[in-house]
């Protein structure tokens, strides 16, 4: 009898566990994965083409976005259960298609170069990125881009602003188009900057309905936006 049990229970999470590692994991990790590749190619390309002190910032640049991808394949695979989540159709829709809208920005046409921001913009897109990096090493495991909890995360970033990865992702992508967007790319711009603020909200009323406890406390006293380094640890 007792083996007969474990036998029916394995087979009724059975398509939630089959789900969850197709489209939850094994998917996605897929998916950045070929941006991981383009990153090796343009950092190997950027390191054989370094003929000025400029050149090194574009090398670093390229160095940190390959770290963020192979850290979003790493994370996604092997990422915790989750605890919360919201998965209305439209919250999927507008957490997926601002990020698509981040990454394709600046492959639409209609940009010019503009020399006099190419020195601001590879700064604050280094800057960016650095950032990701340090707020997606003290996330770890409950990486995800629908509104989901898995654990509460209150060092490092997070102790300076409740949303580090979206902040340095919104810097990013200003970042990287800064010098070169036209038109399109600027609407694609402005249209992930507000997803992002719509995940934000929708991430934090996951978070406060998950842990409702410490997540308020955690809210009073850090900002959600822009780091403060005075925010009482």
Not at 65 to 89: C, E, I, K, N, S
Not at 185 to 198: G, H, P, T
Not at 218 to 223: C, D, G, L, S
Request: glycine share 8%; proline share 5%.
């Amino acid at each position: 009898m007792a083996v007969s049990g474990v036998a029916e229970h394995t087979q009724r999470r059975s398509g939630a566990y089959w789900r969850d590692l197709v489209l939850g994991r094994l998917l996605p990790s897929l998916f950045f994965s070929l941006f991981l590749a383009r990153e090796l190619v343009l950092l190997w390309g950027g390191v054989q083409g370094v003929r000025r002190p400029a050149d090194l910032l574009f090398v670093l640049q390229q160095a940190l976005a390959l770290a963020y991808f192979t850290m979003l394949v790493v994370l996604y695979a092997v990422r915790l259960p989750q605890r919360g989540t919201d998965h209305r159709l439209a919250v999927i829709f507008i957490a997926f298609s601002g990020t698509f809208a981040a990454i394709g920005a600046s492959l639409l046409p209609g940009g010019t170069r503009r020399e006099e921001l190419v020195l601001a913009a590879d700064i604050l897109a280094t800057a960016g990125l650095a950032y990701s990096v340090w707020a997606l090493a003290y996330l770890r495991r409950s990486f995800s881009i629908i509104p989901e909890a898995r654990r509460l995360v209150t060092g490092g970033p997070y102790g300076l602003s409740r949303h580090p990865v979206y902040l340095g992702e919104v810097a990013t992508a200003i970042g990287v188009n800064l010098a070169t967007a036209g038109w399109l790319s600027a609407l694609a711009i402005v249209y992930f900057v507000a997803c992002e603020l719509m995940r934000i909200r929708w991430e934090e009323r996951i978070l406060a309905l998950t842990f409702p406890s410490d997540y308020p406390k955690y809210a009073r006293r850090v900002p959600r936006y822009l780091p403060n380094p005075f925010a009482r640890s």
